[in-house]
C-alpha cells in the first residue's frame, strides 16, 4: 500500500512539474480563476447579501474576541508606568547620594561619617564607583522602559482607534446592505411584473388581420348592397292601360283618312 501512495505521489509530483515547466500551469490557473468567476456570477445576489450580512455581523464578536489581550497590555502599560515612577524616584535619591559622596571626597577628608559611622576616602571612593556604575545601569534600564512604554502606549492608542473604527465602518455596511436588500426587492418586483413576455411582433400581426377581416367584411357588405340594387339590366318600370279612345285618336293621326276605308276583321283574314 505504501508503495502504491509513493508511486501515486510520483506521478503527480512528476505531473505538476510538467505543467509548470511547459507553462501549462498558466492556463490551468486561468481556467480555474473563469470557473469561479462564472460560480460566483451564478450566486443568486439574495444569498450574496446574507453571506455579507453575517460576515459584517462577525466582526463585533472577532473584536470581542481581542478585548482580553488588549485588556491585558493595558495592565502591563499600567504595570510599567508604576515601575517606571518608582525607578524614577530610586534614581532621584541615588543622584542625591552621588552627588553627597562626590562632595565627600573633594572635601579632602580622610575620615568621611554617614550617620553614626565612619568611612575611610578610600572606601567611600569605592562605593562611589560602584554606585556611578549602577547608577548608569538604572538611568539606561529606565531609558528603556520609558521607550517601550511609550512603543506599548502608542499601540493600545492605536488599537483603540482601530476598534473604533471598525465599529464606524460596521455601522455604515449595515447601512449600505439595507439600502442594497431595499434596491434588490424593488429590481424583484419589476422583474415579477414583467415575467410575462409576449411577442409584440406576432401581437400586431395578430391586430392587423383583424383590422383585414373586418375592412373585408364591411367590403363584402356594400358589395351586396350594390348588386341588390343595380344588380339587374332591366329597371321594371309600371305599365298604366291606356284609354281606348286615346289609342283610336292616336291611329287616326299616324294613318290619316285611310282609317275610313273598310277594314277587313282579323276573322276574315283567317
Given amino acids: ?47 450574496e447579501l446574507e453571506r455579507l450580512r453575517h460576515e459584517v455581523g462577525q466582526l463585533i464578536p472577532e473584536m470581542k474576541q481581542s478585548f482580553s489581550r488588549i485588556a491585558d497590555e493595558m495592565v502591563a502599560v499600567e504595570n510599567l508606568d508604576k515601575e517606571i515612577r518608582a525607578n524614577t524616584v530610586a534614581l532621584a535619591k541615588q543622584k542625591q547620594v552621588l552627588i553627597a559622596m562626590t562632595k565627600d571626597l ?57 476598534l473604533s473604527s471598525i465599529r464606524v465602518q460596521k455601522q455604515e455596511l449595515e447601512v449600505e446592505i439595507a439600502r442594497l436588500e431595499a434596491e434588490l426587492k424593488t429590481v424583484r418586483l419589476a422583474q415579477t411584473k414583467n415575467q410575462f413576455h409576449f411577442d409584440d411582433s406576432r401581437l400586431a400581426r395578430c391586430k392587423a388581420a383583424v383590422a383585414e377581416i373586418k375592412n373585408r367584411l364591411t367590403a363584402e357588405k356594400y358589395a351586396s348592397d350594390l348588386a341588390n340594387q343595380f344588380g339587374n339590366d332591366v329597371i321594371p318600370v309600371e305599365k298604366k292601360a291606356q284609354p281606348t279612345s286615346q289609342i283610336i285618336h292616336e291611329i287616326r293621326a299616324h294613318f290619316g283618312d285611310s282609317t275610313n276605308e273598310p277594314t277587313t276583321s282579323v276573322a276574315d283574314k283567317q
Fill in 1 to 47: 500500500m505504501l508503495k502504491k501512495f509513493a508511486i501515486a505521489a510520483v506521478v503527480v509530483g512528476a505531473g505538476l512539474g510538467l505543467l509548470h515547466a511547459t507553462g501549462l500551469n498558466s492556463y490551468t490557473s486561468t481556467a480555474f480563476s473563469k470557473v469561479r468567476g462564472t460560480f460566483k456570477k451564478s450566486v443568486p445576489l439574495e444569498f
Fill in 106 to 162: 573633594e572635601s579632602g577628608k580622610k575620615l568621611i561619617s554617614y550617620g553614626d559611622r565612619e568611612y575611610t576616602a578610600d572606601r567611600v571612593a569605592r562605593r562611589l564607583e560602584r554606585d556611578w556604575a549602577a547608577y548608569k545601569n538604572g538611568e539606561a534600564e529606565l531609558k528603556s522602559k520609558s521607550d517601550l512604554l511609550d512603543a506599548k502606549q502608542t499601540a493600545l492608542d492605536a488599537t483603540r482607534e482601530r
